[in-house]
């Protein structure tokens, strides 16, 4: 109950985070950045759905936590900013 363990809580807070939202934002990302056809639409993907399918299907299950690590660099820092002052200034 102390900083060292409140510290251990926000790294594990920004692990189990990038774990639920990585898939999200990878599908997000892939849908941005693919080629649009002359009807306006995704020439690859139809859906944050179809892209983490046709993810899993090419790249296997671990496909869609592609950025993964530079996700953790942001949200851990930010966890351990957060639930450091929350609780010292609580």
Not at 20 to 35: I, S, W
Not at 48 to 70: F, H, N, Q, S, W
């Amino acid at each position: 109950t102390g900083r060292p363990s409140h510290f251990a809580a926000s790294l594990t807070a920004g692990v189990a985070v990038v774990l639920a939202m990585q898939p999200f934002d990878f599908a997000a990302v892939r849908l941005m950045n693919q080629k649009v056809g002359a009807d306006g639409k995704g020439v690859t993907y139809s859906s944050p759905v179809d892209v983490i399918r046709k993810t899993i299907r090419t790249e296997g299950p671990l496909g869609v936590y592609k950025g993964g690590l530079a996700n953790y660099l942001r949200f851990g820092p930010y966890c351990c900013l957060v639930f450091l002052f929350l609780e010292e200034f609580k």
